[in-house]
């Protein structure tokens, strides 16, 4: 199963809206509306930010939203913060009944 | 609160044998399927395996498939992994996470993690 695509980097301004895109294929993303975003701070747990494309769990703030078009996945921060400095990882259900992740996107703010 | 604490990491010998545990608390455990996931040092996260709520059923990532096995004890709210014929490249810290509310979906809460180092 391959990586799903991400940018390496992705930076912006504070209070800037940036766009993180993640690229799959029509076994997993193209197919499943079950794409995934989690946030990873150094030394720390991966923590789910979005989950089935566009739903935010309890307690992630509204600044971040998923959406999808096909077989690519993105996802949108909006107001960006300097506590949004992390890294941004995608994942996707796929047709083997498996997970597949994206390399990461390392967010920057200027 | 949901909880999940691993433990059971180490540093094994290339070929060897660990045997992973996460213990859970703060959710019915017997209702929601659980995950493996890995990061290697300095890379990005990698899926390993994962279990239906009942333990029926089994998933696992191909890189991992026949050395690797995955199962749960509801009675102990218990996830499991069993690692055998270990390489180097399976050195990472797991993570044991709790879907959202059916596979497929989500990783919704995490544990802080186990290392595994392979070395001779």
């Known amino acids: 199963q391959s990586a799903l695509t991400q940018p390496a980097s992705v930076s912006g301004s504070p209070g800037q809206s940036i766009t993180i895109s993640c690229t799959g294929t029509s076994r997993d993303i193209g197919t499943y509306n079950y794409v995934s975003w989690y946030v990873q701070h150094p030394g720390k747990a991966p923590k789910l930010m979005i989950y089935?494309?566009?739903k935010r769990p309890s307690g992630v703030s509204s600044r971040f939203s998923g959406s999808k078009s096909g077989n690519t996945a993105s996802l949108t921060i909006s107001g960006l913060q300097a506590d949004d400095e992390a890294t941004y990882y995608c994942?996707?259900?796929?047709?083997?009944?498996?997970?597949?992740f994206g390399a990461g996107t390392e967010v920057t703010v200027l | 609160e949901v909880q999940l604490l691993e433990s059971g990491g180490g540093l094994v010998q290339p070929g060897g044998s660990l045997r992973l545990s996460c213990a859970a608390s703060g959710f019915t455990f017997s209702n929601y399927a659980m995950n493996w996931v890995r990061q290697a040092p300095g890379k990005g996260l990698e899926w390993v395996a994962a279990v239906s709520g009942t333990g029926g059923s089994t998933y696992y990532a191909d890189s991992v498939k026949g050395r690797f096995t995955i199962s749960r004890d509801n009675s102990m709210n218990a996830l499991y992994l069993q690692v055998k014929s270990l390489r180097v490249e399976d050195t990472a810290t797991y993570y044991c996470?709790?879907?959202?509310?059916?596979?497929?979906?989500?990783?919704?809460?995490w544990g802080h993690g186990t290392l595994v180092s392979v070395s001779s």
């Open positions: 996470g709790k879907v959202t509310y059916h596979y497929g979906s989500g990783i919704d809460s």
């Open positions: 089935d494309v566009g």
């Open positions: 994942s996707s259900y796929t047709r083997t009944s498996t997970y597949v």
